[in-house]
Each structure stands twice: as structure tokens, then as C-alpha cells.
Nanobody
Framework: QVQLVESGGGLVQAGGSLRLSCAAS????????MGWFRQAPGKEREFVAA????????TYADSVKGRFTISRDNAKNTVYLQMNSLKPEDTAVYYC?????????????????WGQGTQVTVSS
């Protein structure tokens, strides 16, 4: 079993930055991919960014491309989401997720493990 714990959320003004962390623990950690998703009130959970563990290739939603960066620290089994130039529409609960096997990394249903979520609020 894999446990994921997010941290780093908070309240920030528009144009500011936050860095989210996702620490993985449990059995030997070597997922197919790690992803970040977000869910705003009244909306469906949406893909934000993903990183394939082997090779490190990254991909982003168009809405965050150029502003957000997903990265990892293998030694710490931790994945990060650096969020710059934040906008009020980025306000949501952000979730970290791990996909154990080859899957559609854009689809939340293809992820096997989830963190508890961390709130990000961007004020205008």
C-alpha cells in the first residue's frame, strides 16, 4: 500500500506563488506516473500535471502550462508542484495521485492512490 500526503497549500494573492509537496510512503515506491489534480467547488476533478516516473517526462493542462512545474526528488519519494503567477481561477483543492501501471495519465480514474488534498485559495 502507498500513502500520499500533500502539504503546502494556503492563501495567496493573485500573481503569487506556492509550492505543493506530495510525500509518498509505504512499499517500495516506483509508480508508472505521478499526477496532480484539482477540484473547485461545484466542478469536476480536473487534470493539472503529471510526471512519468521512468524518464521523467512531464505534461500539463493548457490552463497551467508555463505557470506550473511538476518535479520530483527520488531520494525523498516526493513530488512537487511549483505554482507561479497564480490566478483566482486556480482556487481549488489540489490532490496528488499515483498510478501504479501504464494508464491514461490525464484521467483521474486511472490513478490508484490519492492524497487527502490541500486547499489553495487565490485572492484577487
Amino acid at each position: 500500500q502507498v500513502q500520499l500526503v500533500e502539504s503546502g497549500g494556503g492563501l495567496v494573492q493573485a500573481g503569487g506563488s506556492l509550492r505543493l509537496s506530495c510525500a509518498a510512503s509505504g512499499r517500495t515506491f516506483s509508480p508508472y506516473a505521478m499526477g496532480w489534480f484539482r477540484q473547485a467547488p461545484g466542478k469536476e476533478r480536473e487534470f493539472v500535471a503529471a510526471l512519468k516516473w521512468s524518464g521523467g517526462r512531464t505534461t500539463y493542462a493548457d490552463s497551467v502550462k508555463g505557470r506550473f512545474t511538476i518535479s520530483r526528488d527520488n531520494a525523498k519519494n516526493t513530488v512537487y508542484l511549483q505554482m507561479n503567477s497564480l490566478k483566482p481561477e486556480d482556487t481549488a483543492v489540489y490532490y496528488c495521485a499515483a498510478s501504479a501501471y501504464a494508464s491514461d495519465i490525464y484521467s483521474f480514474s486511472d490513478y490508484d492512490y490519492w492524497g487527502q488534498g490541500t486547499q489553495v485559495t487565490v485572492s484577487s
